[in-house]
């Protein structure tokens, strides 16, 4: 089973359309979680808006993604609002990237 950071890695090539920085250095990827019995991976990830119109695209391109690992029959990926984003979980360069300081 790939590890955390493997997890992430594959996660970091599904770009947002609209901001053009990938998914976790945008911070929309709150928590993994693996079952090496079953083969399966859990993302809990929000969007930088409810209302977001790529959402449904991020969503089925990190499920894709994950499932392209070896070791991983199944990905699912659930939505959550609760945080709320913010540009705060961005990470230094995504900020850099989008001229936020």
Do not use: H
């Given at each position: 089973?790939?590890?955390?950071?493997?997890?992430?890695?594959?996660?970091?090539?599904?770009?947002?359309?609209?901001?053009?920085?990938?998914?976790?250095?945008?911070?929309?990827?709150?928590?993994?979680?693996?079952?090496?019995?079953?083969?399966?991976?859990?993302v809990?990830m929000?969007?930088?808006?409810?209302?977001?119109?790529?959402?449904?695209?991020?969503?089925?391109?990190?499920?894709?993604?994950?499932?392209?690992?070896?070791?991983?029959d199944?990905?699912?990926?659930?939505?959550?609002?609760?945080?709320?984003?913010?540009?705060?979980?961005?990470?230094?360069?995504?900020?850099?990237?989008?001229?936020?300081?």
């Amino acid at each position: 089973m790939p590890d955390e950071s493997q997890l992430l890695e594959a996660l970091r090539q599904v770009i947002d359309p609209e901001l053009m920085i990938n998914i976790v250095d945008l911070g929309l990827i709150y928590e993994i979680d693996q079952d090496p019995e079953t083969r399966r991976v859990k993302v809990d990830m929000t969007l930088t808006s409810p209302a977001c119109p790529a959402g449904p695209q991020i969503i089925q391109q990190s499920k894709m993604a994950l499932e392209r690992l070896k070791d991983v029959d199944e990905a699912e990926i659930r939505l959550v609002m609760s945080p709320p984003w913010s540009p705060e979980r961005m990470t230094d360069e995504a900020r850099d990237q989008l001229g936020i300081f």
